[in-house]
């Protein structure tokens, strides 16, 4: 069974920038669309990034243009690269596939300090 671990996560100062990884087992990601999920307390998970087999990337409107998605198929790891981060950004932030997921693992916390 695949298991997705993420890692990357921290405090930081807003404005800052954080790079998360997302390693697999397996060579999965170059078949499957792969996301970068986060919840906040108290909010449903929402999907920040998703990125393709073919490398073809989408973001959601409150990240978009502060938040890039890569992937490196040798080393089955995604990345969400995140810049201009703000207070809002802070959650513990998952990766899985998308649109179906499999069971999540344990997240990365990223806390954005004002």
């Known amino acids: 069974q695949v298991q997705l671990v993420e890692s990357g996560g921290g405090l930081v100062q807003a404005g800052g920038s954080l790079r998360l990884s997302c390693a697999a087992s397996?060579?999965?990601?170059?078949?499957?669309?792969m996301g970068w999920y986060r919840q906040a307390p108290g909010k449903q998970r929402e999907l920040v990034a998703r990125i393709t087999g073919g490398g073809n990337t989408v973001f959601a409107d409150s990240v978009k243009g502060r938040f890039t998605i890569s992937k490196n198929g040798p080393k089955d790891t995604v990345y969400l690269q995140m810049n201009s981060l703000k207070p809002d950004d802070s959650a513990v932030y998952y990766c899985?596939?998308?649109?179906?997921?499999?069971?999540w693992g344990q997240g990365t916390q990223v806390t954005v300090s004002s």
């Open positions: 899985n596939f998308w649109p179906s997921t499999i069971s």
């Open positions: 397996g060579s999965i990601f170059s078949r499957y669309t």
